[in-house]
């Protein structure tokens, strides 16, 4: 739909918004109508908070998190066990592992995962700088929890390679069926991993 | 979902951007990852397109669509008839019927539609407004272009109830077929508008 607007103003705001993942013309036209029948702070608040985001972020020189200082609250959190490291793909992942509540130790966030078909290689990612944290030598575990894809494994394997000469004790997270889901439903790929990865029935009362 | 984020702009920028219609926390939190990644300029001016949106607007005080002026570029367009208003319910429907450029009328925005059911009655619209107009006595059409649901016909009833002792002529926009739609498939009460409308086969080419 060719919009011309009677607002260079709107037409503006629709040409920013509809650049954000997932929003077209249409959309941002909706939220745009939307903003206009709120009141001006509605429209302030929103607008600084996306401006203030992006200049007051920064990553954890550590582990790559988002932070607001040099050391992200994970990293610089005395109580954590800095010995574990779990491997994620981004930002995202840490936030789903801390809502488990059942991790202690510390994260490293890739910011991608090997995909040649998108032009991701390993030098892309914060490979080397993993590499580094774990040839340091306070590491002991480092647990791969990335997508159970294809690129997760490649990916997977890559760390494996380059971490195994350390003597590391390199872990990934468990394949099988989801918790809530049928047995039915689970496809036959996922099943095989649940047998072979199959822990002692008494094991689930130590968590 | 609940999101520990490691940083208060992030959660403030998520917290500001689920707040629009149709974006929940997920979303925004997919939303505001992605201007991170992007660079500052885009940030910044996703966040002043919309605080000057909001600030920049103002409506039309002839026919209450969004200007920049006093009076919107289409009622100060000496070009337009002045004597036929487009009785539309919101800013959009203006876009709409502008987008098919068959349209050299002015219009006029209700701001909404009646609904009892959302609380909306005939004095929360721009009704009044649209009375004062036909009763200057210069406009000779009135369009009713409302949806084809109950609420627009009820809207549409209402209208045709206040205008009519000005003696102004009252059209409302055809009901039929959608071009393009099949009869197959198209329902039995638009069936019947179409036979009850059906128009001289002849007066297509006066178009």
Known sequence: MDLNYESEL????VTELSRLPGIGRKTALRLALHLLRQDERFAED???SVINLRKGVIYCKQCHNISQ???CPICSD???DNTTVCVVENVKDVMSFENTRQYRGVYHVLGGIISPIDGVGP??????SLVQRVAEGSIKEVILALSATMEGDTTCFYLYKQLTPYG???????????????IEYTDEVT???SLLS????TDQFKY
Chains 1, 2 share one sequence.
């Open 10 to 13: 709107l037409e503006r705001a």
């Open 46 to 48: 929103l607008g600084n």
């Open 69 to 71: 200082t040099e050391l």
């Open 78 to 80: 005395p109580t954590r």
């Open 123 to 128: 030098e892309s990612l914060e490979i080397n």
């Open 168 to 182: 590391v004790k390199i872990t990934q997270i468990a394949r099988g069926v989801s918790v809530g889901n049928e």
């Open 191 to 193: 099943l095989g991993r």
């Open 198 to 201: 199959r822990t002692l029935f």
